[in-house]
């Protein structure tokens, strides 16, 4: 500490984060207490106010920048306008932030369930586009007439659905779109599950949900009838959002997930179109979306909700949901269909066989497990004789 308490104090980030009380004054009890408030902090803690310490703050350390929106977000406070203008003055020096403190401060704002609003707002504060400089690519990127808005705000909307259906904010609050969601305490765990350094499947599920088309801008086509096409988007989107959180030093596992979940999450409308997907098609599903499954069905519903907005198309969006629903329940109560018992191992082909280990042999284990959660075979003898079938040998 440098100089006076109150000197130190006024070098804070903001009003309310510069109060001390004097430990020496506690042994006359809590009521003797007198709280050393240079620049006003109470005062902005009952108005529910984020004001800035000095017109430098900003500057002495760029990363609260994002503080600032990230601590309106965590409290339901306000920043005021004043602060507001600091950081729009200094909004540039976010890029001289380090990449663990900018990826901690987005998390911390991905938790909470403001990250919508959030994110807006960092957007207009001109914080969003340095930090993730893909999303720029996507503001005026139109849509086919089915997306009521262009990529950025499907995008940034579909961050609002994500927190919509998971019902982040107000309780129960009666939502007749959120009636046929499906819901449970099994599915709110599974949320809250801490994924790396405190960040939980419901934070990454919204940053998926963020970047899940950045390659639309780049693989957008337009035929000679005007159709307008995205053809490989997911694929490239999902390599784009590697690159962006490689850069913010994002775990190996967090990266994977949010991977898998951008590159699939496409999926989860395809299984809509039909009556109901078969024993084959949820078994290659799960197996495909790894330990991302349940994520991405998740965000095949925010992205749903988000493309069409207030054109919505009821009948629509309930087949969604009740397709949704049927692939969990298989998923919950059929563990069997998505992750089915081992039947024959590698040595058996080898053994039995007299197959020579290689690629084919996984090929051949593959084929038996997607015929058993299928439901065409059940015991070893028969996966040896589908393989033998499929051999060709008699």
């Given at each position: 500490m440098h100089g006076s308490i109150e000197e130190d104090l006024c070098r804070?980030?903001?009003?309310?984060?510069?109060?001390?009380?004097?430990?020496?004054?506690?042994r006359s009890g809590w009521s003797q207490v007198r709280v050393i408030d240079p620049l006003g902090g109470c005062r902005d803690l009952s108005s529910g106010m984020v004001r800035a310490a000095s017109k430098a703050s900003f500057q002495?350390?760029?990363?609260?920048?994002?503080?600032?929106?990230?601590?309106a977000a965590m409290?339901?406070?306000?920043?005021?306008?004043?602060?507001?203008?600091?950081?729009?003055?200094?909004?540039?020096l976010v890029t001289t932030v380090a990449a663990e403190r900018l990826r901690d401060?987005?998390?911390?704002?991905?938790?909470?369930?403001?990250?919508?609003?959030?994110?807006?707002?960092?957007?207009?504060?001109?914080?969003?586009d340095p930090i993730m400089p893909e999303l720029a690519a996507t503001k005026g990127a139109t849509q086919p007439k089915e997306h009521f808005w262009d990529v950025f705000d499907h995008s940034l909307e579909t961050v609002a659905a994500v927190e919509r259906l998971l019902q982040e904010e107000g309780g129960e609050v009666e939502d007749e779109l959120l009636t046929s969601v499906p819901r449970s305490p099994d599915i709110a765990q599974h949320f809250a599950q801490g994924i790396a350094g405190g960040r939980t499947r419901r934070a990454l599920l919204k940053l998926a949900g963020l970047l899940h088309d950045l390659g639309k801008p780049t693989t957008k086509t337009v035929e000679q009838n005007g159709r307008m096409r995205f053809l490989g988007h997911a694929k490239l989107g999902a390599v784009m959002a590697v690159q962006l959180m490689e850069r913010l030093r994002f775990s190996n596992r967090e990266i994977k997930m949010v991977q898998l979940m951008i590159e699939h999450h496409m999926r989860p409308g395809y299984m809509v179109a039909q009556e109901m997907p078969s024993r084959r098609a949820i078994y290659r599903y799960f197996r495909d979306t790894a330990e991302v499954g349940i994520d991405t069905l998740f965000l095949g519903l925010a992205d749903h909700l988000a493309a069409r907005g207030p054109t919505l198309d009821l009948d629509e969006w309930r087949r969604h949901t009740e397709t949704t629903q049927y692939v969990l329940f298989k998923w919950f109560q059929e563990q069997a269909t998505v992750v089915p018992p081992k039947l024959i191992d590698g040595h058996t082909l080898v053994d039995k066989l007299g197959l020579a280990p290689g690629p084919q042999i996984g090929e051949l284990l593959e084929a038996v497990r997607e015929a058993q959660a299928a439901g065409e075979i059940s015991t070893a003898e028969e996966a040896l004789n589908f393989v033998t079938k499929r051999l060709g040998r008699d």
């Open positions: 804070r980030d903001f009003t309310i984060n510069a109060l001390a009380v004097d430990l020496a004054e506690i002495q350390d760029p990363a609260r920048l994002l503080r600032a929106v990230r601590l409290l339901s406070f306000s920043i005021d306008t004043t602060t507001e203008a600091l950081i729009q003055r200094d909004h540039e401060e987005l998390c911390y704002i991905l938790e909470t369930p403001r990250a919508y609003h959030s994110f807006r707002y960092l957007d207009r504060l001109g914080l969003l």
